[in-house]
């Protein structure tokens, strides 16, 4: 159950609800995000709900079954937008592609990269200035100094930038630089990540985990909501599977039960999906007829330099093929 305050709510009358609900020994949680405060309720059984909703202080009751609350499409039926500034929405119709390099390398590239993206009418670029590698000596990232040659040059063009956060002690000195904080598959259940996460008011993309579930990754976005952050947005890039054909088994059917089951975006990135170049164009196609509400791809000027994932990214020319070929998609749509 999810209780509705009025922003303006006393002490007093917050102080009269918590008390009705301790009297019907029913569990209650207070979350306060940048568009509500809320009590987070866990019935251990039936109640009549009129006994809280008379209660001044109250906008509105929700019955939330099931296990996610703040996410679930149960009590906000309205769809989420992202509003991550500069007239640049995420969800409910608005569609977004974030393209870039696995890895952010050089000032040379990043020029290059925004280049494109300009010519093409993209307005976020991804990149990755801290890398989880499998191998500790394969190259890890130009870490901040990377980023802020990396913000430097996209706000000057107009660009926004998604970036990937690996620790909770990063994010203070990585907020004026980023627009999107980005949770890799390997971070998904960091929930001290999620939660410290939770307590900024940044947009956060979260990416289903390497073997993850749907409820997983519900359960995590739910870790960011509880904190006080509804700026979220869920990620399918494809989980780990018995088939060793392609990288990942990039799961299209967990966009519509995403939307069925949340009120969050839902974008596809299917350069990790399937790990192979000349495969991405495809499966892109496929992700934006699943009904995604964005997609996050690998692009480079020279794929087979590339410094991480060279073997999945498209080059440009591609990219600008892929791009016309979109929206021609979404029109049909």
Same mark, same amino acid.
């Given at each position: ?5 009025? $922003? ?70 309205? =769809? ?23 890895? !952010? %390398? ?16 993209? =307005? ?25 040659? #990396? ?19 990063? *994010? $203070? ?48 976005? %739910?870790?960011? #909501? ?9 990620? $399918?890039?494809?989980? =780990? ?15 519509? !039960? ?36 964005? *997609? ?19 080059? #440009?020319?591609? #990219?600008?093929?892929?791009? $016309? ?9």
């Amino acid at each position: 159950m999810i209780i509705q305050l009025k $922003e303006e709510i006393t002490q007093k009358e917050l102080k009269s609800l918590n008390e009705v609900l301790d009297e019907m020994n029913i569990d209650h949680y207070p979350v306060r995000t940048q568009n509500g405060q809320y009590q987070i309720c866990t019935p251990k059984a039936e109640f009549d709900i009129r006994n809280i909703g008379h209660l001044d202080g109250i906008v509105d009751v929700h019955r939330v079954s099931g296990k996610h609350k703040m996410v679930s499409h149960k009590w906000k039926i309205d =769809r989420s937008i992202i509003d991550i500034g500069d007239d640049v929405k995420m969800g409910d119709g608005h569609f977004e592609l974030m393209a870039g390099p696995c890895s !952010i %390398e050089s000032e040379e590239q990043i020029i290059n990269t925004v280049e494109c993206l300009k010519n093409n009418g993209v =307005r976020i670029m991804r990149g990755g200035v801290y890398k989880p590698r499998t191998s500790p000596y394969s190259f890890r990232g130009l870490g901040m100094d990377g980023l802020k040659l #990396f913000y430097k040059t996209c706000s000057e063009n107009g660009i926004k930038i998604i970036t990937e956060v690996m620790e909770a002690g990063q *994010i $203070e000195a990585m907020m004026p630089y980023v627009d999107i904080f980005q949770v890799g598959a390997r971070n998904a259940q960091n929930f001290n990540l999620l939660e410290a996460l939770g307590e900024v008011d940044k947009p956060v993309l979260i990416k289903r985990g390497i073997s993850g579930s749907i409820d997983e990754l519900l359960f995590s976005a %739910e870790y960011i #909501f509880k904190n006080g952050n509804e700026k979220i947005i869920l990620c $399918e890039r494809g989980i =780990r599977t018995f088939e060793t054909s392609y990288r990942n088994t990039l799961d299209l059917n967990a966009i519509p !039960i995403l939307k069925e089951k949340s009120h969050l975006p839902v974008i596809v990135d299917p350069s990790h999906g399937i790990g192979i170049r000349k495969h991405v164009y495809q499966m892109t196609l496929a992700a934006v007829a699943s009904g995604c509400d964005g *997609i996050l791809i690998e692009i480079h000027k020279t794929p087979n330099s590339a410094a991480t994932d060279g073997q999945q990214t498209i080059d #440009f020319k591609e #990219f600008s093929r892929l791009t $016309e070929k979109i929206k021609k998609m979404r029109e049909i749509l």
